[in-house]
Structure formats: structure tokens, C-alpha cells
């Protein structure tokens, strides 16, 4: 039986580390200002403890310890101990601390890439030497996100889980479709004024995540590429919801983190 790993994602709504995302398969991350953790914040951060936090894998649950002198807020909730769930947000040292979401995916055996062993015949052997790029056949191009076929199917409703980290704020949704747009009435409302009232709609079909332009004007890119209609969304696209923003990566599994810029 295959057994799969767990990687943590610590995606940084705010603070000083805003926008970066730390991604570890270790069981144990510590945070804080000392150089040997995981997580280094800035000597800046003075309100962060050099050994703030640490996140302990326990199983298939991780663990939150508190090791600090200012304290850590899950979902603004003081915390010495608890079980992280998917979607938590950290604030350290106080509600105006640096804000981390806490995300966890998993990794079967078989997404691996297993190092093949060297033969042992090839130890010790100065390598050959490779064939330079003329001699090399071009790959074929990438297609284009435009060209992706669109089924004419309806779109029904699931029980999929969507999270979109926008600014300070992260939202969390356990049903799609979900509309993103700047209309109240939308499932996920996002502040920006290039954003039209129903701007986009995210969907599962075909056993994977789906983005669809409601604008009919072209805005969405994916990798700078303008998508017709609806296309399925790979993990570590960036994807830009406007010429002008928002601009967000996709993580894989459901999650949408903003970036600065959509190249």
C-alpha cells in the first residue's frame, strides 16, 4: 500500500514576508527569527520570538505548539496547543502580528519521481558527454490555454472545497460553482475595481478544477495568455483576472493564493 506524504503549505497573507509561500514535507517547522528555523521572519519583527511556533506532524494531523512569549491567534482565537485544519489563519504576536494561512496537500507514491539508482558498472566513470541542443529534436509547443476543448455539459453543483487567499483576507468555500466578482450577491466578493460585477466562475468537472471568463471581453490570462471560455486549471499557473489584477497563483487542489504580478 502506498503511503502518501503530506506537505504543508504556509501561504503569508501579511507582515513582512507578504506574498511568499513556504511550502515543507518535514515533520516538524518551526517559525520565529532565529536562522535556524524553517520560517525566518526579519529581526525587525521584534514582537515575533526567535523560536515563535513550531507545527508538529503528528500522523495525519499537525500540531500547533506555542513556544513564544507574545503569544500565536488561530482564527483570532489565543492558542498554546491545537490541530491545524486546512484553511487556519496564524497571527503571531498579537492581532497585529504577521498573518500566515496554513494549507496542507497530499502526495501519492506514484506523483514521486523516484532517483533511478546509478548501475554500478557507471560509478566512477567520467559522464559522456550530452549532445548539444542542435543535435537535440525541438519539443513540441506547449498548447494554448485557448485551445483547451470546453464540454457542452451543464455545470452541476459539488462538494468541492475552493480557497482564495485575496490581501489580508482568505475565504473558504465547500461547494462549486463559485462565482468571483465585485457583485455582493457573487460566492467569493473581491475588491478590485477592475473586477466586473460577475467576473468569473470556477467549477469541477473531469475529475479537476475548471476557470470560466464571464466577462465575455477576453480579461482572464492564464501565463500571460488570454482564455476564450473555460479552461482547467494546472497547478502553479499564475493566473490574472484583469489586464490590471487581480493576479493569483494556483496551487493545486482548490487553491488560489494572490501574487504581485501575473508573469
Same mark, same amino acid.
Given at each position: ?7 504543508? =503549505? ?22 520565529? /527569527?532565529?536562522?535556524? +528555523? &524553517? ?5 525587525? +519583527? ?24 507574545? @503569544?500565536?491567534?488561530?482564527? @483570532? /482565537?489565543? &492558542? #498554546?496547543?491545537?490541530?491545524? #485544519? ?25 506523483? /514521486? ?9 557507471? #560509478? ?49 468555500? =465547500? =461547494? ?9 450577491? +457573487? ?20 475529475? &479537476? ?24 486549471? =494546472?497547478?502553479?499557473? +499564475? ?25
Amino acid at each position: 500500500m502506498n503511503i502518501p506524504d503530506i506537505k504543508i =503549505q504556509l501561504i503569508h497573507i501579511d507582515g513582512p514576508l507578504k506574498g511568499k509561500i513556504h511550502a515543507f514535507s518535514q515533520d516538524v517547522i518551526l517559525l520565529g /527569527r532565529h536562522p535556524e +528555523c &524553517q520560517v525566518v521572519f526579519p529581526g525587525t +519583527c521584534s514582537a515575533v520570538s526567535r523560536k515563535h511556533a513550531e507545527i508538529r506532524r503528528e500522523g495525519n494531523r499537525f500540531k500547533l505548539i506555542d513556544t513564544s512569549t507574545n @503569544g500565536i491567534l488561530v482564527n @483570532g /482565537r489565543p &492558542q #498554546k496547543e491545537v490541530f491545524l #485544519k486546512n484553511g487556519d489563519v496564524l497571527i503571531l504576536a498579537g492581532k497585529d502580528g504577521p498573518k500566515v494561512s496554513f494549507l496542507t496537500t497530499t502526495v501519492s507514491a506514484e506523483e /514521486r519521481e523516484p532517483i533511478p539508482p546509478q548501475p554500478e558498472e557507471t #560509478k566512477g566513470r567520467i559522464p559522456e558527454k550530452q549532445p548539444s541542443a542542435e543535435q537535440v529534436a525541438p519539443r513540441a509547443p506547449a498548447p494554448s490555454f485557448a485551445d483547451s476543448p470546453v464540454s457542452e455539459e451543464p455545470i452541476v453543483s459539488v462538494a468541492k472545497s475552493l480557497i482564495v487567499q485575496y490581501g489580508a483576507t482568505l475565504q473558504s468555500f =465547500q =461547494q462549486l460553482p463559485v462565482i468571483i466578482g465585485s457583485d455582493d450577491e +457573487c460566492e467569493c466578493t473581491l475588491a478590485h475595481p477592475s473586477l466586473l460585477a460577475r467576473h468569473a466562475r470556477v467549477f469541477f468537472r473531469d475529475d &479537476q478544477y475548471w476557470i470560466e471568463d464571464l466577462t465575455g471581453r477576453k480579461l482572464l490570462t492564464i501565463n500571460l495568455r488570454p482564455i476564450a471560455s473555460a479552461v482547467p486549471l =494546472q497547478p502553479d499557473i +499564475c493566473l490574472a483576472l484583469s489586464p490590471e489584477g487581480p493576479n493569483f497563483q494556483y496551487l493545486g487542489n482548490g487553491r488560489l493564493v494572490e501574487i504581485e504580478d501575473g508573469a
